[in-house]
């Protein structure tokens, strides 16, 4: 248990579904992350959040919409997406962002498949 | 630019035995931090160990340990008396001070531990 809890663990969808996924963490942590990893490719960072403000955004397409409403919840919301969108979602939280950092912790991942 | 370079796409060990996982990184930060993952099969990421770059002593965490060379900017991860459960992929990532408050992972390793 690593007190990060992502629902659902696997999520199939169709292409013109809306669907979200969730991140939970009761670590006391201000800092949590999206991040997705595609097969044969290294992990990309989709969004961070630091006291439940959006501080990066590396270009993600907008048919994900990250939504921040505690510092204990992260959601991923999905709307129309692509076959290329398949792959394992990862969650993470750390106390904060930066390398003061001595720990930061995952959740297990949902694993989406776009049909 | 930021870079973490894990030169062993597969590694294979023998049950018991030692192993060292390479991770070499660029930054011309002061201060940053350095994390080993493991993430096996189901998904998950697991934290194992954590070094900072001002720590003056290697970090140890039971079975695992981080040889840290600065100079060289490598942080290797070293398990000792494998066991079967190790066999996963193994993440070097490096959390920086001005790079957009995330981490950076490497490509990582698929440890085979051999029976």
């Known amino acids: 248990e690593t007190g990060v809890t992502q629902t659902p663990r696997h999520l199939v969808m169709g292409m013109t579904n809306k669907k979200s996924l969730k991140c939970e963490q009761h670590?006391?942590?201000?800092?949590m992350y999206w991040y997705k990893q595609s097969a044969k490719k290294p992990l990309e960072l989709m969004f961070v959040?630091?006291?439940?403000?959006?501080?990066e955004n590396n270009s993600v397409p907008s048919r994900f919409s990250p939504e921040c409403p505690n510092s204990s919840h992260l959601f991923l919301h999905l709307h129309t997406l692509q076959p290329e969108d398949s792959a394992l979602y990862l969650c993470?939280?750390?106390?904060?962002?930066?390398?003061?950092?001595?720990?930061?912790?995952f959740g297990q991942g949902t694993r989406l498949t776009v049909v | 630019a930021q870079k973490i370079t894990q030169t062993q796409p597969g590694m294979f060990v023998q049950e018991k035995e030692a192993v060292t996982l390479d991770c070499t990184y660029d930054?011309?930060?002061?201060?940053?931090?350095l994390f080993w993952y493991k993430q096996p099969s189901s998904g998950e990421m697991i934290f194992l160990i954590y070094?900072?770059?001002?720590?003056?002593q290697n970090a140890t965490e039971g079975r695992y340990s981080l040889n840290f060379q600065k100079a060289r900017k490598s942080a290797n991860l070293v398990i000792s008396a494998s066991q079967l459960g190790d066999s996963a992929m193994y993440f070097c990532?490096?959390?920086?001070?001005?790079?957009?408050?995330?981490?950076?992972f490497g490509p990582g390793t698929r440890l085979s531990v051999l029976p």
């Open positions: 993470a939280s750390s106390q904060d962002t930066g390398p003061t950092n001595t720990e930061a912790f």
């Open positions: 670590l006391g942590h201000n800092a």
């Open positions: 959040y630091s006291l439940e403000e959006r501080v």
């Open positions: 930054t011309s930060d002061p201060s940053y931090g």
């Open positions: 070094q900072g770059s001002y720590d003056q």
């Open positions: 990532a490096m959390i920086l001070d001005n790079y957009g408050q995330n981490f950076v």
